[in-house]
């Protein structure tokens, strides 16, 4: 077998998921004001999968106090796919 050149690093293992509060979930508003859709999914589990996620709703940024993050430029069938494969 032929060697690419490429070496790949080793991933970090993230520490397993806590157990769920039913409660603590956040929303995801996906596309623009008019057409939008608010898509709803657990707190921990878009925080544990994306970094961005995780930096918005654990800051004292408005998205860290509502709870809310608006993806205005994703469609919302879009933002379901990266809530469902996550």
């Given at each position: 077998?032929?060697?690419?050149?490429?070496?790949?690093?080793?991933?970090?293992?993230?520490?397993?998921?806590?157990?769920?509060?039913?409660?603590?979930?956040?929303?995801?508003?996906?596309g623009?004001?008019?057409t939008?859709?608010?898509?709803?999914?657990?707190r921990?589990?878009?925080?544990?999968?994306?970094?961005?996620?995780?930096?918005?709703?654990?800051?004292?940024?408005?998205?860290?106090e509502?709870?809310?993050?608006?993806?205005?430029?994703?469609?919302?069938a879009?933002?379901?796919?990266?809530?469902?494969?996550?």
């Amino acid at each position: 077998m032929a060697s690419t050149g490429r070496v790949e690093k080793p991933r970090a293992k993230k520490p397993p998921l806590k157990k769920w509060n039913l409660q603590d979930t956040v929303t995801i508003r996906a596309g623009d004001a008019a057409t939008g859709r608010d898509l709803i999914a657990h707190r921990d589990l878009a925080c544990y999968y994306s970094p961005v996620f995780k930096a918005a709703f654990n800051s004292r940024f408005i998205e860290g106090e509502t709870q809310k993050y608006t993806l205005e430029d994703v469609s919302p069938a879009v933002a379901r796919l990266l809530i469902h494969v996550s």
